[in-house]
């Protein structure tokens, strides 16, 4: 993993993308007990502009152009399965633009805020995602204030509040 950070570190020096943060069950890890992921999800602010995902072109050729392979969604970095998504939409872009930068092995990273990966995760649906959620709430993780206001902004209070019932022990 530590290589794979150095890699997305040097992507943003030499320009490939704006900023990146870990979101994913692997930023969920950050703040919960761990479990199983298969992949590392890096959302990520290109500079490009364009439909669906022909944006993250220029991230495929930069890191095939230095022998990295790509299976599917995933690019191999350092043998970690890589899925980039762009920011695609006010929630995710404000994740990626208020990640926390913490340190990993001694190498500079970041990763989404609890607050915004519940919000996300809320957004996106899917049974897992609201496990998840239980998950941060059972164990302290999310500032609920904060949350709250993540929420708001992002207009997902309907939902939350039509879904609570799943997040109650």
Do not use: C
């Not at 150095?6 to 943003?12: F, T, Y």
């Not at 994913?24 to 761990?34: R, T």
């Amino acid at each position: 993993m530590k290589e794979t950070l150095k890699v997305m570190n040097r992507m943003v020096k030499d320009g490939v993308i704006e900023e990146y943060a870990i979101g994913g069950a692997v930023g969920a890890i950050y703040y919960l007990e761990p479990f199983d992921t298969a992949d590392l999800d890096v959302f990520v602010q290109v500079s490009s502009t364009g439909s669906d995902l022909g944006v993250i072109a220029p991230i495929y050729d930069y890191l095939i152009g230095r022998g990295y392979e790509a299976r599917g969604e995933f690019i191999y970095i350092e043998e970690i399965p890589v899925q980039f998504l762009p920011v695609f939409n006010s929630l995710t872009e404000e994740a990626v633009k208020n990640a926390q930068t913490i340190k990993y092995s001694r190498v500079t990273t970041r990763i989404m805020r609890p607050e915004h990966l519940v919000a996300i995760m809320l957004d996106t649906g899917r049974p897992r995602d609201y496990l998840r959620i239980s998950m941060f709430l059972e164990e302290g993780a999310v500032n609920m204030r904060a949350l709250n206001a993540v929420l708001k902004r992002h207009g997902l209070m309907k939902k939350w509040k039509d879904n609570e019932y799943r997040f109650k022990p």
